[in-house]
Structure formats: C-alpha cells, structure tokens
C-alpha cells in the first residue's frame, strides 16, 4: 500500500491495525482478574489458581510460534482474525465455566491461542511500511497498548464491582469487534500459494538457527524482564516506601501519555542509526529506573516515569525494525514470533527476579540494579550486537548458504 499523504504519513494499514490494537487492549483487562474470579467463585486455594494462571502464560509462548507460522504461510489477515475469534471464544468459556476444571481448560486454550495476533500484526506492518518508517509504526503500535490500557483499568473498575464474569464477556466482544475491524478495513491476503517462496531452501530456513536472531532474542529477554518490572514490581516497591499501591495506576497513565506525546521524537531521530537509537533509549532507561531508586516521594517516582517511558518510545520500535532487518521477506511473521517469545520468557521470569531483589535489596537496589542492567545493555548495543550484526551480513543461518 502506498503512503498516503506525503512522504512522512504512515499507510492507513498501520494506522487500522493501531485502532484495532487499542480497542483490543481496552478490552482485555480481565486477566489480571483469573485469579479472583477462581478463588472467589469456586473456592480454590490461591496457589491452585496460581497454578492455572501459570499455565495460562506458558500457553503462551508456543501461541505466538504458532502466529508466526500461520502468518507466513496461511496469510497476515486470516492469521489475525482466526487467533482473535478463537480469544473470544475462550474468553466466553470462561465466563460460563461452571467448574474449575473447565477455567482451567478454557485458561490454557486461551494461553493457546493469545498471542497468535501479535506476529501477522507485526509483519502487516513491515509489509505496509518502507525500511526508514519502520521504527516509527512498530511504536506507534506499542504505544497503542498504553492507551487501551488506560481505558481498561476504567472498564475493569466498573464492571468488576458488578461480576467478574463479565469482565470475560466484555473482553470477548472487544475480541470480535477487532477481528472485525481487522477483516473488513484491512486488504486480502494473496492466496496461500502465492505467498510459498520461491526456493524450498528459503522456505525451509528456521529462525532459531539464526545467530544474529537468537542474539537479539538474548537481549530482547533482558530489555523485557526490566520493563515487567515497573508493572508487576512497582505496587510492592510504593508500599516498601510509604506511598499507596494505587500510585502505580497513576505511573501507568503518566507513561501512557508520555508515550504519545513523545512520538514526534521519532522523526527527530530518525536520522539515527537503530543502534544508536536503543543505546540512547537503554541510557535514558537507566536514568529512569535511577531516577526510582533515589526516589522517597510519588513527585520523584512521576519525574522518573516521564524520563523512562521517553527511552522507551526512542528504542522499543527500533528493536523489531531490527528483526525485520534480518529477515527473509517470506519468514518475517517467524522471525517477529520468534523474537517475541522474549515476553513469554520474561513473563516467567520477572516475578522471581523482582520479588527476590526486592526482597533481599529493598527498591533502592531494586531500581539500581535495573539501571545498571540497562547501561549493560547500552554497551551490548554499541560492542557486541552491532558488531555482529555488520559481520555476518544477511541470512546468517547455520548450516545454510545465501539465498
């Protein structure tokens, strides 16, 4: 699809795909309520509904394999539709499980199937969007999150004090309306066969035997576990110092505003190598995660907010303009999944890593010890992975040539 609008306008496909992320997001507030709704209506204990909720997140990871391989070969826009009718499906099952056998069953089968969304979405993007805008629609389509998000929480509170289960009703209707969104507004795809590759051996190469991807999926997990951090540690780490556990909700919505109102950044560095980029968005993370650590009030920790959430925006589309990079043009729905799956790991473990320094080293040395994880990936950036990068040239695969 062609730009429209002059040369700096993003293709209406991206901007579709964003509303749709948006309305998606605001929707999907139930659950962080899975836990509740299992303890309160069916009796279980709270480390059995741990247990379903871990479940639910390792399902997860081999959803969005799965994604990547659905988008390449069976098409960007039925892959999109298809994982997000099968999320309203399981998110209905929910809500008229009458055991707790069937959430459970409803619970993984929507593990299964939730992140299938995510790799067509990215590569439609890669597809629509020419190499220097790349960067700019990938975060732009991040930034979509926080703000779905911050009309979730509002749904969520109304609904919530009415019946959890409509929480999951809800969310399923957001599902359908982006599924429909999703058909109606974006193009067809070509017929599966036009998309097969032109060589067996391009068709054949695997993702997880690129170094360079695998290097990036390293990273990535590291960048991923911090930035779970400020969500699921932050709540502790207020009341750690005397502040309200709800002034995490209003950190959220700083970010969240933050993130839009900082998106004219990226045309002011677009100029900027994408290495150059993420080692400036890592440094201004690290002076964000500081900026915590050395905070004893909530207008220190807003200051802070401001400043990572700036960082953020600078490298998070960056990242998968770089996975885009390497990729072949006929796997980049595998590459994109592959490399997400660094949320899926992260989502393991950043629980133990941030309640265990927490615990141990108190928000000071919680929020220190981030930062200093971000300056070593600041370094990682500019020594190791552009190195790499620059050396091994396209499709650097094990075992296999050049195309």
Known sequence: ??????????????????????????????????????????????????????????????????????????????????????????????????????????????????????????????????????????????????????????????????????????????????????????????????????????????????????????????????????GMAMPLALVRRGLEAADAGLLSAVSAVVMVACQPLLRWTAGLSHHAAMTSGYLLLAAGLAGYAVADGLPGHLAATVVWSAGDVLMFGRSYALVVDLAPPDARGRYLAVFGTCWGFATVLAPLCGTRLLEHAGPAGLWGGLALACLLLAAAQLTVIRPLLRRQGSYAIVGAGPP
């Open 1 to 230: 699809m062609p730009v429209i609008g002059g040369a700096g306008r993003l293709p209406r496909t991206v901007w579709w795909l964003v509303l749709a992320r948006a309305v998606n997001r605001l929707g999907a507030f139930s659950l962080g309520f899975l836990t509740v709704l299992i303890t309160t209506d069916f009796g279980v204990s709270l480390v059995a509904a741990g247990v379903i909720s871990a479940a639910f997140g390792l399902a997860t990871i081999p959803s969005r394999l799965l994604g990547g391989v659905l988008a390449d070969r069976l098409g960007r826009r039925r892959t999109i539709v298809a994982g997000l009718a099968g999320c309203a499906l399981a998110q209905a099952g929910i809500a008229v499980s009458g055991s707790v056998a069937m959430v459970a069953v409803f619970a993984v089968l929507l593990g299964l199937v939730f992140e299938i969304y995510e790799p067509p979405s990215q590569a439609m993007i890669a597809d629509a969007v020419r190499p220097e805008q790349q960067a700019q629609a990938f975060s732009l389509f991040n930034t979509a999150l926080a703000v779905g998000g911050m009309g979730a929480g509002l749904i969520a509170a109304g609904l919530g004090r009415w019946d959890l289960r409509w929480l999951f009703v809800a969310d399923a209707v957001s599902c359908l309306i982006c599924a429909a969104v999703i058909r109606l507004a974006l193009p067809a795809d070509p017929p599966p066969v036009s998309r097969r590759p032109a060589s067996p051996a391009a068709g054949d190469r695997s993702a997880w035997r690129d170094h360079r991807l695998l290097v990036l999926l390293l990273s990535g997990t590291l960048f991923a576990v911090i930035f779970m951090q400020v």
